[in-house]
C-alpha cells in the first residue's frame, strides 16, 4: 500500500515539472518483458527515441507506435574509426578534400546522428557507446533490472532526469 502511494506522489510530481527526454540510451546485456512496459511508460511520457546499445542483445521488433527504436552493437571507437574510414576513402575517390571535413560530415557517417538526453546504465562504468553523440547527454547509473523493470524505477529516472540543469559544455 505504502508502495502504491508512493508511486502515485512520484508520477504527480515528474508529471508536474514536465520535462522529459525526448531520446533515452539504455545500456544492457539483455532484455526482458519489462522492456516492454518500459516502451510503454515512455509512449506515455512523450518520449520518442530509444537507444539499446548492448553486444548481446538481437534486434527484435517490439510493438510500439511512435516510439523510434535503434540498435547499436558497435562500441563508440569502431564507430568513430569506421567514420574515420570512410571520410578517408571519401577523399582517395577525390569525393571531399580534407579542408572540407567538418563536424556534419563527420556525424553523417556515424551509426546514429539523434544525440540521446539521458542515458541508462546499471553499474558504475563510463558507457563506450555512442562516444560522439552521448557528450552532452546525462548519465544516469542504476541498478535496473530490465527483465523486471517497475513502473517506480522508470518514474526515479524521469525524476532524476528533471532534478538536473542541462549546460550542453556550458
Known amino acids: 500500500m505504502l508502495r502504491f502511494l508512493y508511486q502515485l506522489l512520484l508520477e504527480r510530481d515528474v508529471k508536474k515539472k514536465g ?73 582517395m ?7 572540407e571535413v567538418n563536424e556534419d560530415i563527420f556525424e553523417s557517417l556515424l551509426i546514429l546522428r539523434s544525440q540521446p538526453d539521458m ?12 562516444i560522439w553523440q552521448s557528450i552532452y547527454s546525462e548519465l544516469l547509473f542504476m541498478d535496473v533490472d530490465w527483465k523486471t523493470i517497475r513502473y517506480i524505477d522508470f518514474l526515479r529516472m524521469i525524476k532524476e532526469y528533471q532534478r538536473r540543469e542541462r549546460r550542453y559544455g556550458r
Open 19 to 91: 520535462k522529459f527526454p525526448k531520446h533515452i540510451m539504455i545500456i544492457c546485456s539483455e532484455l526482458g518483458e519489462g522492456f516492454q512496459k518500459f516502451l510503454n511508460w515512455c509512449k506515455k511520457f512523450g518520449i520518442q527515441e530509444i537507444t539499446i546499445c548492448s553486444r548481446n542483445i538481437k534486434k527484435i521488433n517490439y510493438d510500439i507506435d511512435g516510439i523510434k527504436i535503434n540498435f547499436v552493437d558497435k562500441s563508440g571507437r569502431e564507430e568513430i574509426i569506421d567514420a574515420i574510414r570512410k571520410i578517408a576513402e571519401k577523399a
Open 93 to 99: 575517390r577525390g569525393e571531399i578534400k580534407a579542408e
Open 119 to 130: 542515458i541508462v546504465k546499471a553499474g558504475k562504468e563510463v558507457p563506450e557507446f555512442m
